[in-house]
């Protein structure tokens, strides 16, 4: 960004078509930031949020009348997780040629990419979090199916995990499999006509054993097909928020335009591996 002056366009209707779009855009399309816990980081100091972790209290007894209580042990042994908030960005260059040549409004088409971009990469840095669970439901190459769902419900709440606010999140395909599975496509799921219905008619899972299912393109599947989503409480990981998206414009006189900058700045981290089960499955049409 070399040899360019400021000519004060940031200020204009360019700057806030592309503005609104691009913040529009990331808070609607920044999906995961709403199912885990979020440490509002801005406009205090430092880049790094300490967040305690208590074990279980344990020391719980019959008393007696009269009788003293002692700390118990286990909760002395708190420790604390670490997430560090880092810069995230990208760039595109608009020439003036393109603005004044194209029928659509250029700068909400720009804010939309970039926004779009930045909500991606938020995302990411989330589902990327779902290897590290160490409790497991599903198989290579099988269906993730209701069942699937039920038995990570199952593996939560036998560690003692809070069953409200539970929520699901696998790749499209996976959920393609799960949604053909509730509309009774060459299978045999019957006993819940109303989620049937939902699936079909708004295209939507919904709520299986009083856990959200969601569907998300950022979640990774390896060489073979296989998804890795998750079940998981928002307790189970953390996102450090330190700055949410920025626009700037810069003209360049010399290309004829303007260079765009959105960025923003997060950290994402396990909190509480225990709240979380990794669920492996297809995801293949």
């Not at 430092?46 to 008393?63: C, F, H, R, Y």
């Amino acid at each position: 960004m070399a040899n360019e002056i400021d000519t004060g366009v940031a200020a204009g209707v360019l700057f806030e078509n592309i503005s609104m779009a691009a913040n529009y855009t990331f808070q609607e399309n920044a999906m995961l930031r709403n199912l885990v816990t979020t440490y509002d980081m801005t406009g205090t100091a430092g880049l790094t949020a300490s967040i305690p972790v208590w074990p279980a209290a344990t020391a719980v007894t019959a008393l007696t009348a009269g009788a003293d209580l002692s700390n118990d042990a286990a909760l002395d042994a708190v420790t604390a997780v670490d997430i560090t908030a880092v810069e995230y960005g990208n760039m595109s260059t608009v020439q003036d040629i393109v603005i004044e040549a194209s029928p659509s409004d250029v700068g909400a088409d720009i804010g939309r990419q970039l926004g779009g971009a930045l909500a991606s990469a938020m995302d990411t840095s989330i589902t990327a979090l779902f290897t590290s669970f160490t409790a497991s439901v599903g198989t290579a190459g099988a269906e993730i199916t209701p069942a699937s769902i039920m038995a990570a419900a199952a593996t939560l709440r036998n560690a003692s995990v809070p069953m409200q606010g539970l929520v699901c999140v696998l790749h499209p395909f996976a959920a393609y499999a799960m949604k053909t599975t509730l509309l009774n496509a060459g299978g045999a799921f019957g006993s819940s006509p109303d989620l049937a219905n939902n699936a079909g008619r708004d295209y939507f899972i919904g709520r299986i054993g009083g856990i959200d299912i969601y569907e998300s393109a950022n979640v990774a599947v390896d060489g073979d097909g296989d998804q890795l989503g998750a079940v998981f409480h928002p307790a189970s990981m953390g996102m450090a928020l330190k700055r949410d998206i920025r626009i700037a414009l810069q003209r360049d006189e010399s290309l004829r335009g303007f260079e765009v900058v959105a960025s923003a700045a997060w950290g994402a981290g396990i909190i509480d591996d225990v709240k979380g089960v990794k669920l492996l499955g297809d995801a293949t049409l």
